[in-house]
């Protein structure tokens, strides 16, 4: 098995109604994950609101939550900033909280600067001082800059650069990575909308938000491409679609944490600038999730 292949779902980051980190809430949280079948957690992505979060809060937050993930199941941390030495800061900090993988955003300020020989210098300059393993995080819809084929294809030979994660839903660009990396490389899905074709391309598993509500489904899904029962991925793949596109691009971190809150998760509100999703789209999550039949009932069993 490669490593970080699997399942991991990126979670959010609760916070209370002052504003606070709510650590008692995260701690259930993981918990929670914990006991179900998810390879592991990320710390730190979009979805935990990481460009929200103070550095003493991000910190915070990977303690905690190494505290509650055990040593045999990965975690990975996003370390991604603006500067290469913020970047390498932060990473080191990570590494010395206990996260396994780094997970390393594009760089996105000067957009126009952000060519393929800077990035690659940017993320070789990072994994080669990293004291963990470092995972590519191409995520085009907040940053604007992608990661081109030929700057995956040069990193993907570092030594410590042992994977990526795709976030948009390009599956000819997935194949692309897949085709043009070694195989002990990890190319991970990050677009619940386009899963299964993800899976059916050769991808070794995601990071979904998804995965943080219906984690079965995602595993199901995977299983079933795996064993060359198509139409019945697909159909997985159908039932999860409306979920899926809610908690993604129609109502991102906002609606991922009030389908949480729904499912008796500790999410809190998003951190300003974002707001809070208004009461319809609740009542649209709320029959999202009861169609799946993962709702807790009144009694805590769920329908």
Do not use: C
């Amino acid at each position: 098995m490669k490593r970080f292949e699997g399942i991991f779902t990126p979670i959010v980051t609760p916070f209370l109604e002052h504003g606070g980190l709510d650590e008692i809430g995260l701690r259930q949280n993981v918990a929670r994950w914990m006991a179900s079948p998810l390879t592991g957690l990320v710390v730190l992505g979009s979805n935990g609101e990481a460009p929200q979060l103070e550095d003493a809060e991000a910190d915070r937050v990977i303690d905690i939550v190494r505290a509650e993930v055990p040593r045999t199941r990965p975690l990975i941390a996003g370390t991604g900033r603006e500067s290469t030495q913020a970047t390498i800061a932060a990473t080191r900090r990570a590494a010395s909280a206990g996260a396994d993988a780094a997970l390393v955003r594009t760089p996105s300020f000067f957009k126009p600067q952000m060519t393929t020989d800077v990035l690659v210098r940017f993320y070789t300059a990072v994994a080669d001082v990293s004291p963990i393993p470092v995972l590519l995080y191409n995520v085009t819809m907040f940053t604007g800059v992608s990661l081109a084929p030929d700057a995956v294809a040069t990193l993907a030979v570092h030594p410590n650069i042992v994977g990526m994660k795709e976030s948009g839903s390009d599956t000819g660009l997935l194949a692309e990575f897949i085709a043009r990396t070694p195989d002990d490389f990890t190319v991970l899905a990050g677009s619940a909308a386009t899963l299964f074709h993800a899976f059916a391309a050769g991808s070794d598993g995601a990071i979904l938000a998804l995965a943080s509500l219906v984690p079965e489904g995602i595993i199901e899904m995977r299983e079933l491409v795996d064993r060359g029962r198509l139409k019945e991925a697909r159909q997985v793949q159908r039932r999860l679609m409306p979920l899926a596109r809610s908690v993604g691009g129609q109502h991102g971190v906002p609606g991922l944490k009030a389908a949480l809150t729904l499912m008796g998760f500790a999410a809190g509100p998003p951190r300003p600038p974002l707001l809070p999703v208004s009461p319809e789209v609740i009542a649209l999550l709320r029959g999202q999730l009861e169609a799946l039949g993962v709702l807790p009932t009144a009694t805590g069993v769920r329908g």
